[in-house]
């Protein structure tokens, strides 16, 4: 079982709709985080909150729009998606951002979504 | 620039048999190293880590890895496998001053288990 939980686990979407997935942990991590993983490749660093503010964002399109309503809480809108962004989404947080590898990533289980 | 390398895309292994993942790393600094393991349609777990002191690392699921530096290496080993153990295997490094954000993944080793 996985501390760092996502909904949905599935989403299937139209290029014009808008949708979000969300993501929460309930282990005090005050950083969290967005991967994106195509299908037989490693994750994907999409954006960074720290203390739940954006710190890093790795030059994503605009389509992509990240939340942190609160320490626990992670959301990733999604609008005017192509079918080149289906993809597994990972969320993950870590204890502390800027500690390097004192501050390991917990991943959740993922959002497959396709974009048709 | 930093960068983690699996050489191998698949390794396949028989059930019982011992199993060696090989991941090279190419660091200014000794890096924060570690090993995921991602099962089909799930997330990452992680396996183990090395920040410094001993060179080899005790897991979860009976895994090893040793970390050597003269052969910038870390490589993650397992002395009888299970057919459980099928899954994508990934390595990953960060700067030893540098935060999660700055991981680094291997291209991942896809471990089958043969009966």
């Known amino acids: ?116 | 620039a930093q960068s983690v390398t699996q050489p191998d895309i698949h390794i396949t292994v028989s059930e019982g048999a011992s199993l060696e993942l090989r991941c090279n790393y190419s660091y200014g600094a000794t890096p924060y190293l570690f090993w995921y393991v991602q099962s089909p349609g799930q997330g990452l777990q992680l396996l183990l880590k090395y920040f410094s002191g001993d060179t080899l690392v005790q897991g979860i699921k009976g895994f090893e890895a040793e970390f050597k530096r003269s052969q910038s290496s870390f490589n993650l080993r397992k002395p009888s496998v299970h057919w459980s153990d099928a899954a994508e295997y990934f390595c990953a490094g960060a700067y030893s001053g540098g935060g999660a954000d700055g991981l680094t993944f291997g291209k991942g080793t896809h471990l089958i288990i043969q009966p």
């Open chain 1, 1 to 116: 079982d996985t501390e760092v939980t996502q909904t949905p686990k599935h989403l299937v979407m139209g290029m014009t709709n808008k949708k979000s997935l969300k993501c929460e942990q309930h282990m005090g991590h005050r950083a969290m985080y967005w991967y994106k993983q195509k299908a037989k490749k490693p994750p994907e660093l999409m954006f960074v909150y720290s203390y739940e503010k954006l710190s890093i964002n790795e030059s994503v399109p605009s389509r992509f729009s990240p939340e942190c309503p609160n320490s626990s809480l992670l959301n990733l809108h999604l609008h005017a998606l192509q079918p080149e962004d289906s993809a597994l989404y990972l969320c993950a947080s870590s204890p502390q951002p800027g500690q390097g590898g004192n501050s390991p990533l917990h991943f959740g289980n993922g959002t497959r979504l396709t974009v048709t």
